[in-house]
Each structure stands twice: as structure tokens, then as C-alpha cells.
């Protein structure tokens, strides 16, 4: 064998190989735990299944995280494009600054969250809004950890955006809510929408940061993390493992249904 035939061996067995190890991993850590989780879901057979579904308490809590979870994500569709666009449009005192203060969820524990939560909105709040155990201090908890994700989805894109396109739209007489619709939005609406479908993944799986501020009240501020929680610490892990599955059956859909929405009619995958 000559070395130019030898020559692509080497990289077509580097590639299976971090394809195999990519695989392996991805199985130890999603696949498996996931598994596990059906398998517990479904201990009790099909209709205990539907028993832990449809519960009172698994509906309640359900229908207040659905609920206040797509308010939270279409919020941070809005505020986070619009700071998004501020953070690469405009130049300001402190740009740097705000700019970092977006990832402060990121890197702040979801428990620390929900301290700082209690301390403003709580019964001794500084500024006068009381929200402690209420949907309003849910609902705040959820709009603060889920911002970043629609600025950071949208702010490269921005970034990358020439401006040409927008100039001669304006210069051709269009307004700029014109120019905002038929240029701009066409562009950042796929990572506007992924940014808002991570928001919400986010916002339903959420635990630490509603822990103290939302009083985990049933039916009222209990959300679905909680729920489950409750049902693990009263030895019915089988009820809470139906509900997760649930939830996360949820979670996929939704993120599956904006990500062919971002990808326009044709409802190709990447």
C-alpha cells in the first residue's frame, strides 16, 4: 500500500472514534438517566401512570408552570431582543458593564437567586412590592434566570447583521417599523424563537429560584419541580418520576415545534 492510499485512514479512524466516545458520552449522560426515568415512570404499569398524570396536585402544578412559563418566555422574547439590540446598536456609559451583568444568571446559584428575591420583594421589601408567595414573585423569578437566553441567542446574529440592507430600505422611503418587519425580523426570528424556546425549557424545570420567593404553595404558586419534589420526599418516587416524564415530554415538544417554526414552512432539520 502506498502512502498516498494510506494517507485518509488515519482520519476517517480518528473521526469514528470521537464519534463513538461523542456517542458514549452522550449516553452515559442523557440517554441512560433517561431511561431510568421511564423505566421508574411506568413501575406501576399504564394506569398508575395516568393515576400520578392526573392528579389534582400533578394538574394544578402543571397548569401554574405552563401557565406562567410561556408568560416568562414571551417576555424574555421581547425585553431580550430589545436589549439585544441595544447591546450592539447603541454605544453608552457602562455598555461593558450591562453587557456582563446579562450572564449574572448564568453564574449565580438559583437558591442565591431566590435569597436576593425575598429580600426585595419580600415582607420587608426596600421598595414596597410585596410578592412573597404570590404568581407575580414566580413569575419574576423566572423572567430573571430566563433573560439571558433570548439576549444571547440574539445578540451575535445582531452583530453579524449588516446594516446595508436596513440603510437602503430607508433611503427607498420605509418607515422604521417597516424596515424592523421586512429586513431585521427575518433575520434574527430563528434565534429569537430559539432563545424564547430555551427561555421556557428553562422556566418549567425550574426549582431554586422560586423555592423561597413563591411559598410553594399547591394550586396556587407550587410549581411542577416542586410537585415533584414533594412527591419523592413523601415516598411515591414513581408518581414523580411519571410527572418529570411529563414534563420533559412537554419541554421536547415545545422546543421541537419552534425549532421547525424558526426554520420557516419547509420544517427542515439541521
Known amino acids: ?110 437558591i442565591v437567586a431566590s435569597i436576593v428575591m425575598l429580600a426585595l420583594y419580600g415582607p420587608e421589601s426596600p421598595v414596597g412590592l410585596h410578592l412573597s408567595s404570590t404568581r407575580a414573585g414566580v413569575f419574576v423569578a423566572l423572567a430573571f434566570v430566563t433573560l439571558p437566553f433570548v439576549v444571547r441567542s440574539v445578540q451575535p446574529v445582531l452583530a453579524e447583521l449588516e446594516t446595508d440592507a436596513e440603510e437602503a430600505a430607508e433611503l427607498l422611503g420605509a418607515g422604521t417599523w417597516t424596515t424592523l418587519r421586512h429586513v431585521v425580523w427575518p433575520a434574527i426570528r430563528p434565534a429569537v424563537i430559539s432563545g424564547t424556546g430555551l427561555a421556557f425549557a428553562r422556566a418549567i424545570g425550574e426549582f431554586g429560584s ?35 416524564v411529563t414534563l420533559l415530554a412537554i419541554a421536547f415538544g415545545v422546543l421541537a415545534s419552534l425549532r421547525v417554526l424558526a426554520r420557516g414552512r419547509s420544517g427542515r432539520w439541521a
Open 1 to 110: 500500500m502506498t502512502a498516498a492510499t494510506a494517507t485518509p485512514v488515519r482520519p476517517v479512524r480518528t473521526r469514528t472514534l470521537a464519534l463513538g466516545v461523542g456517542l458514549l458520552w452522550v449516553g452515559v449522560l442523557i440517554a441512560l438517566p433517561l431511561a431510568a426515568l421511564l423505566a421508574l415512570s411506568v413501575a406501576d404499569g399504564p394506569l398508575g401512570f395516568a393515576r400520578a398524570v392526573t392528579a389534582p396536585g400533578a394538574l394544578a402544578s402543571l397548569t401554574t408552570t405552563l401557565t406562567l412559563a410561556a408568560a416568562v418566555a414571551l417576555c424574555s422574547a421581547v425585553f431580550g431582543t430589545l436589549i439585544a439590540w441595544v447591546l450592539v446598536r447603541d454605544d453608552f456609559a457602562g455598555k461593558r458593564f450591562a453587557d456582563a451583568l446579562i450572564d449574572i444568571p448564568f453564574a449565580l446559584p438559583t
Open 210 to 244: 422560586v423555592a423561597l420567593i413563591g411559598g410553594n404553595l399547591p394550586g396556587v404558586t407550587q410549581v411542577t419541580s416542586q410537585y415533584i419534589a414533594q412527591r419523592i420526599e413523601v415516598g411515591d418516587p414513581t408518581g414523580g418520576a411519571a410527572v418529570s
